[in-house]
């Protein structure tokens, strides 16, 4: 949970600062100097971000957030008490609540029947257009279709996505849009975290052969 949260973090900022839009410009020679103007982007200190999810990671997410000085709401179907408590992240009743309010918003759910197409079309223009929308999930959770053109129209600011409705197939014109940045589905590719992977795959076949129980099953 620890590596998606960061990567989570870490669309955060590139968005807000404009991180890729800045390396491409200066890979490509365009830099001529020192700009007062250029690539100005937007402070994380302060923003409002929106958790929709508020599992394992939700949590780790917010206590990032809450670090680094942003102001934590969410809806999930159970409210949390530890997100309450421990972050005074402050809960909202609907999804839609979430959108209207948040600078930026991060999705935390399993891909289900009830949670496929999430963030459709409707969805998307409740948020603010100002707002980013974040990704590290699963990628049908969003109607891709709806976000290349709310992102084309700049109904919203931008997107980070690390998932893919059609994974690794990209949507059309996806790839084109400036305002989107793209991964390959790393948020959990840490040392670390492929490590705890490895123990608790073999701390599972242990489990099954020494009790008949799996400690994880799926």
């Known amino acids: 949970s620890s590596s998606v949260a960061e990567h989570t973090i870490s669309l955060a900022f590139a968005l807000l600062r404009r991180i890729v839009e800045s390396d491409q410009y200066t890979r490509k020679g365009k830099y001529k100097g020192w700009a007062p103007m250029n690539f100005i ?3 994380i200190h302060g923003k ?23 102001n934590v709401i ?12 421990e972050h005074s992240a402050e809960y909202f009743n609907s999804i839609e609540e979430v959108l209207k309010n948040s600078d930026i918003v991060s999705l935390h759910v399993p891909l289900l029947d009830s949670t ?9 223009r409740l948020m603010k257009k100002t707002a980013y929308l974040i990704n590290t999930s699963r990628g049908p959770i969003i109607d891709e279709k ?7 129209d700049k109904v919203i600011a931008g997107a980070g996505l690390d998932v893919f409705e059609f994974e690794p197939k990209l949507s059309s014109g996806l790839a084109k849009l400036p305002n989107v940045i793209l991964t390959p589905h790393i948020a959990s590719a840490s040392v670390q975290a492929r490590n705890q992977m490895a123990i608790t795959a073999v701390s599972n076949i ?12 799926v």
């Open 146 to 152: 709806a976000l290349v053109k709310a992102l084309k």
């Open 41 to 43: 982007g937007d402070d």
């Open 206 to 217: 242990i489990s099954y052969f020494e009790n008949g129980s799996l400690k994880n099953p």
């Open 74 to 85: 969410y809806y999930d179907i159970v409210r949390n008490s530890k997100l309450d408590n």
């Open 48 to 70: 409002i971000i929106g958790l929709i999810g508020a599992g394992q990671i939700g949590v780790r997410v917010a206590s990032y957030a809450k670090a680094l000085g942003l």
């Open 116 to 124: 496929h197409h999430l963030i459709n079309e409707q969805r998307l």
